[in-house]
Every structure is written in structure tokens, then in C-alpha cells.
């Protein structure tokens, strides 16, 4: 079974722009998770996406969006980059049994490095 | 607030020899309890998990223990070898799942 799968791996981008990254998540999974890696903050919360639908979210302005697709492939959005915004961008998928219910393992891909110049 | 924290930055420890890596936790609503490992510039790998109506889970070499009255979590890798060497991260989530709330982690080195 294929991991889950995040586009692109490095990218390079001006601040002011806005990016677009891409997520894969494993066969089966339903529920797709971002999370934010800075040396300075660890890995944060963005949000999480289940059925299409937004589940959760963390404390990130609303520069950073997401959605995800009927087939469960997942997209996260942040307009208008700053510097800080430089960071490993996680995607992590997992099974979830039912809407709200709990708790099973999540599987990470290998990430996006952004770097904002 | 940092809820989950893990107080060691970093731990060096022999090939064969135990490895204990710590986790503490502030938030009661957590119930679900996971250690992952990283390398530099990859994703984090999920290692074991423990719920908490337990308080032990084994898979291999690695153990977690969950003292839910001290609000505590323990990884226990043994043998260690030096392919264990990487950062490891406990992570947290509530009942209703979904979000997952990191420590700091903890850089391991098994010498050879």
C-alpha cells in the first residue's frame, strides 16, 4: 500500500505570493491533517479535513486554507507569504472510524519544504 | 501553554543498553498517546501508541508506558541500536481525535 504522498517536495517562493501544496493520503484514509514544522515552534496544528469537510483548526491566521477532494486527496493554501511562513509543511492521513469519533494512528509523508525569500 | 512537553532535549545511550525517552502532559482531556521518529527534513514515523484505558503497549523492542495520575508517558527501546539515532516526538489528541499536539522532542544518539 502506497504512503502518503506530498507535492511538491522543495519549493522556492517571493514573499507576497501565494502557494499551493498537495497531499496523497493513504488508501482508505479519510481524515487528512497539516501540520507546521519551525525550529523555533515544533510541529503545530494547521487543520483537519474529514469528508470534505473542515474538522478542525489550529491558531494560524487566515492566510493559510485548506479543502480536500471527494477522492480525499487534500490541498493547503497560504496567500500572501511572509518569511516566517518558511517551514516543513507535514500532511498526515488516518483512518477514522466515524465523524468525531476516536482516536487511530496518523501516517505522515515526507513533507514540503517551503522556503519564502 | 505548551501541553505536551518533553523536558530532555537530547540522550545518549549505548548500543544494547536501554534507551527511556520522557513525556509529560498537562491537558486531562488527552486520551490517546503516540511517539513518532523523525530524521531531518523527512516526516515523522509512527512508532507505537497507547490509549488511555491502558497502561502499557508493546510492539518489539519498543515500549510505551502511560502513568495517567502523574500525567506521565515513557518510551522504552530495547536492545538500542544505532539505527534508532533521530529525534523523537510524543504527540497527544483528545477524545474526538483529528489533532495532534506535539512535545519538543527529544534527539537520541546510540553510540556503537
Known amino acids: 500500500k502506497a504512503g502518503v504522498t506530498q507535492t511538491p517536495r522543495y519549493l522556492i517562493k517571493t514573499r507576497g505570493q501565494q502557494v499551493t501544496l498537495s497531499c496523497s493520503p493513504i488508501?482508505?484514509?479519510?481524515?487528512v491533517s497539516w501540520y507546521q514544522q519551525t525550529p523555533g515552534q515544533g510541529l503545530q496544528f494547521l487543520f483537519e479535513y474529514f469528508s470534505e469537510t473542515q474538522r478542525n483548526k489550529g491558531n494560524f491566521p487566515g492566510r493559510f486554507s485548506g479543502r480536500q477532494f471527494s477522492n480525499s486527496r487534500s490541498e493547503m493554501n497560504v496567500s500572501t507569504l511572509e518569511l516566517g511562513d518558511s517551514a516543513l509543511y507535514l500532511c498526515?492521513?488516518?483512518?477514522?472510524?466515524?465523524?468525531?469519533?476516536?482516536?487511530?494512528?496518523?501516517?505522515f509523508g515526507q513533507g514540503t519544504r517551503l522556503t519564502v525569500v | 501553554d505548551q501541553q505536551v512537553k518533553q523536558n530532555s532535549p537530547s540522550l545518549s545511550v549505548q548500543e544494547g543498553r536501554i534507551s527511556i525517552l520522557n513525556c509529560d502532559y498537562t491537558?486531562?482531556?488527552?486520551?490517546?498517546f503516540l511517539w513518532y521518529k523523525k530524521y531531518p527534513a523527512e516526516g515523522p514515523t509512527f512508532l507505537i501508541s497507547?490509549?488511555?484505558?491502558?497502561d502499557k503497549n508493546e510492539d518489539g523492542r519498543f515500549t510505551v508506558f502511560l502513568n495517567k495520575s502523574a500525567k506521565h508517558l515513557s518510551l522504552h527501546i530495547v536492545p538500542s541500536q544505532p539505527g534508532d539515532s533521530a529525534v523523537y516526538f510524543c504527540?497527544?489528541?483528545?477524545?474526538?481525535?483529528?489533532?495532534?499536539?506535539f512535545g519538543q522532542g527529544t534527539e537520541l544518539s546510540v553510540k556503537p
Open positions: 488508501s482508505g484514509h479519510r481524515s
Open positions: 497507547i490509549s488511555s484505558i491502558k
Open positions: 491537558n486531562s482531556m488527552f486520551d490517546y
Open positions: 498526515a492521513s488516518s483512518v477514522r472510524r466515524a465523524l468525531g469519533i476516536g482516536n487511530t494512528e496518523a501516517f
Open positions: 504527540a497527544a489528541s483528545d477524545y474526538f481525535g483529528g489533532k495532534l499536539i
